[in-house]
């Protein structure tokens, strides 16, 4: 379980204000909460988004109550890449909740060794499911793809006990197709001493023809 200490943010502080003391301002809200100003230490927040992701249930600790939440939202400076905001969704106990789970492909296709082309149509699918079962990812077992036209489709995925999918089952998330060549016509260069083809309808011209505009020499 992941936990991060929060404090109530100060409405008079301004949020470059909260930046400038090393916190980033956020917030938390739900079906049964109202939006809640937050703050939280950038360096703890910055650890927790890059191992949970917005698939992995946070606990909220220093706002009242203790919340179990996703990560909803963040917002990074376009330039710096510094995390300017957050955005928490308070998970309703005894409720589903109804997410894109990242997909995770795993093994080697056969048909990729067979010089084949393995495409990856879909990297996350829709499910619902209890917090309890929350996936990080769902994996994608690519050695069952041995042929040309194999395919995993949405409904060959395994899902947790509670989980239902949401995308539509037959979509396909990845296939085999057939890698093809493709062959380049190189130009015909006539032999040394060859007359170059003339165009249909073209005319012949002499060697020895005047140039236009040159009189011939009598």
Same mark, same amino acid.
């Given at each position: 379980?992941?936990?991060?200490?929060v404090k109530?943010?100060?409405?008079?502080?301004?949020?470059?204000?909260?930046?400038?003391?090393g916190?980033?301002p956020?917030?938390?809200?739900g079906?049964?909460?109202?939006?809640?100003?937050i703050?939280?230490?950038?360096?703890?927040?910055?650890? *927790?988004?890059k191992?949970?992701?917005?698939?992995?249930?946070?606990?909220?600790?220093?706002?009242?109550?203790n919340?179990?939440?996703?990560?909803?939202?963040?917002?990074?400076?376009? *330039?710096t890449?510094?995390l300017l905001?957050?955005?928490?969704?308070?998970?309703?106990?005894?409720?589903?909740?109804?997410?894109n789970?990242?997909?995770?492909?795993?093994?080697?296709?056969p048909?990729?060794k067979?010089g084949?082309?393995? *495409?990856?149509a879909?990297?996350?699918?829709e499910?619902?499911?209890t917090?309890a079962?929350?996936?990080?990812?769902?994996?994608?077992?690519?050695?069952?793809?041995?042929?040309?036209?194999?395919?995993?489709?949405a409904?060959?995925?395994?899902l947790?006990?509670?989980?239902?999918?949401?995308?539509?089952?037959?979509?396909?998330?990845v296939?085999?197709?057939?890698?093809?060549e493709?062959?380049?016509?190189?130009?015909?260069?006539?032999?040394e001493?060859?007359?170059?083809? *003339?165009?249909?309808?073209a005319?012949?011209v002499?060697?020895?023809a005047?140039?236009?505009?040159?009189?011939?020499a009598?």
């Amino acid at each position: 379980m992941i936990t991060l200490e929060v404090k109530p943010r100060d409405p008079k502080q301004s949020t470059d204000a909260v930046r400038a003391a090393g916190a980033v301002p956020a917030v938390f809200y739900g079906p049964k909460e109202m939006a809640t100003s937050i703050e939280v230490n950038a360096r703890r927040l910055e650890h *927790v988004w890059k191992e949970a992701g917005e698939t992995t249930i946070i606990t909220l600790q220093g706002a009242g109550e203790n919340k179990d939440t996703l990560i909803h939202d963040v917002q990074f400076h376009p *330039v710096t890449g510094q995390l300017l905001h957050a955005d928490f969704y308070v998970i309703e106990k005894g409720k589903k909740v109804t997410l894109n789970i990242p997909l995770e492909f795993v093994g080697s296709a056969p048909a990729e060794k067979a010089g084949h082309i393995v *495409v990856k149509a879909l990297h996350e699918i829709e499910i619902e499911v209890t917090p309890a079962e929350l996936p990080h990812s769902l994996q994608v077992d690519l050695s069952k793809l041995e042929n040309v036209g194999d395919h995993i489709a949405a409904k060959d995925i395994k899902l947790p006990q509670s989980a239902a999918l949401i995308s539509s089952p037959d979509e396909i998330v990845v296939s085999v197709t057939e890698f093809k060549e493709e062959k380049i016509e190189e130009p015909v260069v006539p032999a040394e001493g060859a007359e170059a083809p *003339v165009s249909e309808g073209a005319e012949a011209v002499p060697a020895d023809a005047p140039a236009e505009g040159e009189a011939k020499a009598e």
